[in-house]
């Protein structure tokens, strides 16, 4: 990275939120020399960063560059740009620059080398100070004082330097005035480790428009029997495919692996599928959800197996040692098979390679890994500052993109904090001549 060409701006520039989409955003800014404040609502920055480095910090991925932009589904067109100028290898680089090393596990994710946030965050931090960067903690910004004072025949903002800028602090309320900010809030998920969505009605009242935001990469409610949650809550199944038919109509399989909780289902396969599942059930429409079973097996080397005779196993047992099901497969088949009949081999093929499983919602967004929806991408120019806010910039899960676990998240998060940084940068050079 280069050393900044200077500490001092004539320039207030903020960036509230210090997740990584906004300390991104910050470094970019001070490289250019420009003095910059970051504010957060926590004691501490970057919290669900860290959470996320406890399980694993898997911070991009390694496949091909056109394979990876499609993870980003319906926004890709939006996003491509952005990654353009930070790809998943420059992550890489920017990553060992601060002393950390990274690999690539089986799966093509790449994590850094002890896999844990917080070695790579206090060296960021660490930096991010050196180059003049300043923090201020327990600073919540509850929106601006002259939209919630103003009266209705008050003039609207023409750009950043007209708002105020109000922060709760331990010290009492806090008024602030800038030249431009960028906002990287989060989504709305983990609420505890900061990132709520309370900025939404804010940016609403401005006439900036959002989605709600919604879980992503989540678990789904599921009416399960008595029997089945009581016996087998918290069963994983593993080595099986689950299908979904998405709103376009084409349907989707992915093999791995899930949890049977007690609400539902849980776990990497099925957040693999959260999105088409979720805008279906959002839709109103069945999302046709199949669980198979055997997907190393076609349907007539099931039935050949299935015709074979049980002799005197238990149908549990003979799905066990047959065909090497769990023993929840055997209550699975009756709690989601209408009218399971175990000596109908039609039915039993039919439904051990697609039984239809029935999501009835989206588990609580507070405890998805991350939120669908928010800002909406035309309410930003190119450099990601709002439209009608000529100043304010946005980054990271605060706006309307969503992606599936795999390192696409932390990777966008990235590049837009990247590109709102930027912006400001020319927006800073442009005043200042
Ligand atoms: C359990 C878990 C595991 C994860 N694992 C991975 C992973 O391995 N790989 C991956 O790519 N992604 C992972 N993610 C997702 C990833 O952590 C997020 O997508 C990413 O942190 C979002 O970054 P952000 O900067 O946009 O927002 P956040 O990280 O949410 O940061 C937003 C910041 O804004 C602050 N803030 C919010 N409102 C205000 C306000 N009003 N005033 C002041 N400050 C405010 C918050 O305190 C917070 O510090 C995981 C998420 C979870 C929950």
Redesign the pocket.
Known sequence: MPAPTSSVSPTRIAV???????LMAAEQIANAGLAVEV????PS?????L??GI?????THSEGYEQFVTRYGAEQAQLKPLLDRFTPDQLRNWIHELGIETFVGTSGRVFPTDMKAAPLLRAWLTRLKQHGVVFHQR????GWADCSNSQPDAQPPADCSDLTWQFETRDGSLQRQFDAVVL????A??KR????G??RPWLDASGINSKPLVAANCGFEVNWSDYLKKNFAGAPLKQVALSVRGPDGKTVKRTGEFIISEYGIEGSLVYALSRPIREQLMAGNDPHLCLDWLPNLSMDELQKKLSQPRGKLSFSNWLRKKLKLPAIANTLLRDCVEKFDPNNFQQLAQALKAMPIQPTSTRPVDEA??SAGGLCWDEVNEQLMLKQLPGVFV????IDWEAP?G?????A?FATGKAAGLGVVEQSKATLG
């Open positions: 509230i939120g210090a997740g990584p989409a906004g504010f957060d609502a926590m920055v970057a919290r669900k960063f959470l996320a399980g694993g910090m898997n911070i600073h919540r910004w509850t990287a809030l989060g989504g998920s983990w480790l900061g990132s709520d309370a900025w890994i991350s980054a990271g899960e605060m676990t390192g696409y998240l932390l990777t998060c």
